[in-house]
């Protein structure tokens, strides 16, 4: 099994849907992320979680929310998708040496 | 604040050596860290300095120089599976946060 698992690998939503995409990890990391990425503008951090009870926003949350629910799992949700969320999106663990990302999930909002 | 460039592609040839710059502005530098992505898939370690100099490991080595804030991926006898991107990231003494530059895109010619 993967040290972090992302679920769905690929998802196709409508505009004004409300969509949640999952991250669990079996390395035991306290820290949690999330980025965006697309192309041409790299790897974008859109909420971080150093604990369950520490959500902090990153440089682009705005229509964005994310939920800790225990260690291992932290969910990123769009409340009222729109096509400019369409990208590719990383959840990732960090220990001292760096990060650990899922494989992904690609989200494309019509 | 935090700013990382990189040169947004590069081409070299089969066989060859090609060297990846990377300068970036920080308000706490503590560690640059190399990442590899193949395209669609999740970016995955290469290295990670925090002292000055050279880390070598097999035909990868990265270059660290702190007061000039600058940092190289050397890649030697470059073979077609080097064919990604290149992503560069910095770590935030203050909040810990890893920050991106948006990547090299390296092509590798037969």
């Not at chain 1, 990208?87 to 494989?103: H, I, M, N, V």
């Not at chain 2, 599976?81 to 770590?91: E, G, M, P, Q, T």
């Amino acid at each position: 099994d993967a040290d972090v698992t992302q679920t769905p690998r690929n998802r196709i939503t409508k505009t004004g849907k409300r969509i949640m995409l999952e991250c669990s990890q079996t390395k035991g990391h306290d820290r949690m992320y999330w980025y965006r990425q697309d192309p041409g503008l790299g790897l974008r951090l859109i909420y971080y979680s150093f604990d369950v009870k520490d959500i902090n926003k990153g440089e682009i949350s705005d229509g964005y929310s994310v939920s800790r629910q225990a260690q291992a799992k932290f969910s990123l949700s769009l409340e009222s998708a729109i096509p400019n969320q369409t990208a590719l999106y990383f959840c990732a663990t960090k220990d001292r040496e760096g990060y650990t990302f899922g494989s992904g999930t690609r989200l494309t909002v019509v | 604040g935090q700013n990382i460039d990189q040169p947004t592609e590069m081409t070299a040839t089969e066989g060859a050596i090609v060297q990846i710059n990377c300068t970036y502005q920080t308000s706490g530098f503590n560690g640059l860290f190399w990442y590899q992505q193949h395209a669609g898939e999740a970016p995955t370690f290469l290295s990670y300095n925090v002292l000055d100099g050279l880390e070598e490991k097999g035909r990868f080595s990265s270059f660290l120089s702190r007061s000039k804030g600058y940092s190289y991926l050397l890649l030697k006898e470059l073979q077609m599976k080097d064919s990604a991107s290149y992503l560069c990231a910095v770590r935030d003494r203050e909040d810990d946060k890893i920050i991106f530059g948006k990547g090299t895109r390296l092509h590798i010619l037969p």
